[in-house]
Nanobody
Framework: QVQLVESGGGLVQPGGSLKLSCKAS????????MRWYRQPPGKQREWVAS???????RYTDPVKGRFTISRDTAKSTIYLQMNSLKPEDTAVYYC???????WGQGTQVTVSW
């Protein structure tokens, strides 16, 4: 049974940093394309970043240079390091495995004074 569990969200001031984690069970994170999505308030879910089995990271333009996706195979965990956060980064962040289209429950990130 595949399970993805996100954590690490919270309230942060503009310019701050957060590191999200996605703990995976029932799948091998090093053999799958893993992705982060987000859903801002009142908007549709949008793709944020991906990391393939070959460690080829991709990012949506608004987060390039600020966010970093990474993988710890030993811990079966995907990370999203978010720096220089902006109010427009406020959203529920979701972890996804492309193969099988598995999703986590999401973690809230709020960027505000």
């Amino acid at each position: 049974q595949v399970q993805l569990v996100e954590s690490g969200g919270g309230l942060v001031q503009p310019g701050g940093s957060l590191k999200l984690s996605c703990k995976a069970s029932g799948l091998a994170v090093n053999f799958n394309t893993m992705r982060w999505y987000r859903q801002p308030p009142g908007k549709q879910r949008e793709w944020v970043a991906s990391i393939t089995a070959g460690r080829d990271p991709r990012y949506t333009d608004p987060v390039k240079g600020r966010f970093t996706i990474s993988r710890d195979t030993a811990k079966s965990t995907i990370y999203l390091q978010m720096n220089s956060l902006k109010p427009e980064d406020t959203a529920v962040y979701y972890c996804n495995c492309l193969n099988g289209d598995f999703w986590g429950q999401g973690t809230q990130v709020t960027v505000s004074w």
